[in-house]
């Protein structure tokens, strides 16, 4: 069972445009969801996060929009550039807290951003 | 200095064969996992030790054995490789059972 729906699985977007990733998750014991960065032959890096007590999260150019009501979350580019092009992953993790039963991170499927000049 | 460092980088080795990858971490972190990434880049979890003990055990073939001698290192040994053991295997690390993932760069095991 996929936990994390992530769309689209591909993303070409022209240099300063606008790239949007969505993800929708099932569980509702997850309170954590952080966005991943992979570049080529790299591990993936942590871009930014969010816990359901805020409905954004804004870091530079890297804004996550969640919304625990529909039970989805969505990275928003702004001023895309050719070097964020890159695998992005979204992910969600529960806890004991949380009713999750263990700490475990879920990935989703991850979606391919190429930005063109 | 490199936060996570796995060795080695590329492995090619033919079906049957028993090989090993190596993790150690310098971040002072507790917990330390592996994950598989499939070609279509696909990130799974395969397993999860905490202060040397195993926490996450996931529905993986018994012939995939790791092994934890001290909180910086945890190797995966892998016996018996089939073809469908191709893939990039990702060492992390985190400070406590949550939170951000600092990953190694991968190894990517080709079995012929």
């Known amino acids: 069972q996929q936990q994390v729906k992530q769309s689209p699985q591909s993303l070409i977007v022209q240099k300063g445009g606008i790239s949007i990733i969505n993800c929708a998750y099932e569980?509702?014991?997850?309170?954590?969801f952080p966005w991943y960065q992979q570049f080529p032959g790299k591990g993936p890096a942590l871009l930014i996060a969010?816990?359901?007590?805020?409905s954004e999260k804004k870091e530079g150019r890297f804004t996550i929009s969640f919304n625990k009501s529909a039970k989805q979350f969505s990275l928003h580019i702004m001023d895309s550039q050719p070097g964020d092009s890159a695998t992005y992953f979204c992910?969600?993790?529960?806890?004991?807290?949380?009713?999750?039963?263990?700490?475990?991170?879920?990935f989703g499927k991850g979606t391919k951003l190429s930005v063109i000049p | 200095d490199t936060a996570v460092s796995q060795t080695p980088k590329y492995l090619v080795t033919q079906m049957g064969n028993d090989k090993s990858i190596k993790c150690e971490q310098n971040?002072?972190?507790?917990?330390m996992y592996w994950y598989k990434q499939d070609s279509k880049k696909f990130l799974k979890i395969m397993f999860s030790?905490?202060?040397?003990?195993?926490?996450i055990n996931e529905t993986v073939p018994n012939r995939f054995s790791p092994k934890s001698p001290d909180k910086a290192h945890l190797n995966l040994h892998i016996n018996s490789l089939e073809l469908g053991d191709s893939a990039v295997y990702f060492c992390?690390?985190?400070?406590?059972?949550?939170?951000?993932?600092?990953f190694g760069e991968g190894s990517r095991l080709t079995v012929l």
């Open positions: 992390a690390s985190s400070r406590g059972q949550s939170g951000e993932l600092f």
């Open positions: 569980n509702t014991a997850f309170d954590y």
């Open positions: 969010i816990r359901p007590d805020v």
């Open positions: 992910a969600a993790e529960g806890s004991p807290y949380s009713g999750a039963g263990s700490y475990q991170l879920t």
């Open positions: 971040l002072g972190h507790d917990t």
């Open positions: 030790y905490n202060n040397k003990e195993l926490i």
